[in-house]
């Protein structure tokens, strides 16, 4: 029976996926939210565990891996699926930017904090990101917290950003060893998103035109092919796909190994976490 972990569990794409995983699957489910409300209801709706983090604080992080690892003995797939585009910018009690922590630090964290059961299971790890990657963004290596020239769009935009090439640099780092990583765009999707903000976005996704929008249930269950997928028969790791589930291109940096490498090393020294000895040079695939 294989463990599957799903942040975002709670509402949108990754409650759609949980449904469509609870139908078709065996595997022990393991569902994390925010909202205490939302999260028991979709997890007693399945019969599924859950756990609560919010992840603007990386305190909850931490707690959760600790949990996790105590009672997950392996782990064969981790998605990185909350996130949400914030008005801001909002400082985190850690310091952080809002957008920027919630996005991409967090699942960093969660992700290196739960390596060594990733390694062991020889796991897949999926990070939802989005073509909002190459639409709004450009990051700047001197202010990944996009704290400079501050839109909802653009800090949202450098933060999917970073989980295409968190998931680049996981698969160079860690795929010789029995890992495989992947991002993906869900699509444009009638879900919760957006609630939090009060622009652009907002009116799209919460609006009357929201009515012209995919369903939840559309991304969820491309989130289900990458959960459930083969590594190197349903999709490849190291990449990055579109909605149509085929590769697709992002924003140039999401293309530069030098700033995926930096983009990481930075990430790890704003958490002061290290990262297992991957023992290569890190490659693209
Ligand atoms: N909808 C789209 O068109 C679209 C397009 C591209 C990419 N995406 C990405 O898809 C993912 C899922 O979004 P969605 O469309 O399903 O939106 P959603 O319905 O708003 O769901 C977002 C999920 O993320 C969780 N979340 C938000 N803030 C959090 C925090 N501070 N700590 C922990 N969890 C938090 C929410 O938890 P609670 O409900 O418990 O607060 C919820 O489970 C996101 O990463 C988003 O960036 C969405």
């Given at each position: 029976m294989?463990?599957?972990?799903?942040?975002?569990?709670?509402?949108?794409?990754?409650?759609a996926a949980?449904?469509?995983?609870?139908?078709?699957?065996?595997?022990?489910?393991?569902?994390?939210?925010?909202?205490?409300?939302?999260?028991?209801?979709?997890?007693?709706?399945?019969?599924?565990?859950?756990?609560?983090?919010?992840?603007?604080?990386?305190?909850?992080?931490?707690?959760?891996?600790?949990?996790?690892?105590?009672?997950?003995?392996?782990?064969?797939?981790?998605?990185?699926?909350?996130?949400?585009?914030?008005?801001?910018p909002?400082?985190?009690?850690?310091?952080?930017?809002?957008?920027?922590?919630?996005?991409?630090?967090?699942?960093?964290?969660?992700?290196?904090?739960?390596?060594?059961?990733?390694?062991?299971?020889g796991?897949?790890?999926?990070?939802t990101?989005?073509?909002?990657?190459?639409?709004f963004s450009?990051?700047?290596?001197?202010?990944?917290?996009?704290?400079?020239?501050?839109?909802?769009?653009?800090?949202?935009?450098?933060?999917?950003?970073?989980?295409?090439?968190?998931?680049?640099?996981?698969?160079?780092?860690?795929?010789?060893?029995?890992?495989?990583?992947?991002a993906?765009?869900?699509?444009?999707?009638?879900?919760?998103?957006?609630?939090?903000?009060?622009?652009?976005?907002?009116?799209?996704?919460?609006?009357?035109?929201?009515?012209?929008?995919?369903?939840?249930?559309?991304g969820?269950?491309?989130?289900?092919?990458?959960?459930?997928?083969?590594?190197?028969?349903?999709?490849?790791?190291?990449?990055?796909?579109?909605?149509?589930?085929?590769?697709?291109?992002?924003?140039?940096q999401?293309?530069?190994?030098?700033?995926?490498?930096?983009?990481?090393?930075l990430?790890?020294?704003m958490?002061?976490?290290?990262?297992?000895?991957?023992?290569?040079?890190p490659?693209?695939?």
């Open positions: 294989r463990t599957i972990i799903v942040t975002g569990a709670s509402d949108g794409i990754g409650a949980a449904d469509m995983l609870a139908a078709a699957t065996e595997d022990r489910l393991v569902l994390v939210g925010r909202s205490p409300d939302k999260t028991r209801a979709v997890a007693q709706r399945l019969g599924a565990e859950y756990h609560l983090a919010d992840f603007s604080r990386l305190e909850d992080v931490r707690r959760l891996a600790h949990t996790l690892t105590a009672s997950c003995p392996r782990i064969d797939v981790l998605a990185n699926n909350a996130g949400g585009i914030f008005d801001g909002i400082r985190t009690e850690d310091g952080f930017e809002k957008t920027f922590q919630v996005n991409h630090l967090a699942p960093y964290l969660l992700t290196n904090l739960l390596i060594e059961p990733l390694l062991a299971s796991a897949t790890v999926v990070n990101a989005s073509i909002a990657a190459r639409i450009d990051v700047d290596l001197n202010d990944l917290n996009t704290w400079g020239a501050y839109t909802p769009n653009r800090a949202y935009g450098n933060a999917k950003l970073a989980n295409i090439v968190f998931a680049k640099q996981l698969h160079a780092r860690f795929h010789h060893r029995g890992l495989n990583a992947v993906f765009h869900p699509g444009v999707l009638a879900t919760s998103f957006a609630t939090q903000t009060s622009g652009m976005m907002h009116r799209l996704y919460q609006g009357p035109l929201s009515r012209l929008l995919a369903s939840p249930e559309t969820g269950a491309r989130l289900f092919h990458f959960i459930t997928g083969q590594p190197g028969q349903d999709w490849e790791s190291g990449h990055f796909y579109g909605d149509n589930l085929k590769p697709a291109d992002s924003h140039p999401t293309r530069d190994r030098r700033f995926a490498e930096r983009h990481w090393e990430s790890a020294q958490l002061a976490v290290r990262w297992p000895d991957h023992g290569e040079t490659r693209d695939h």
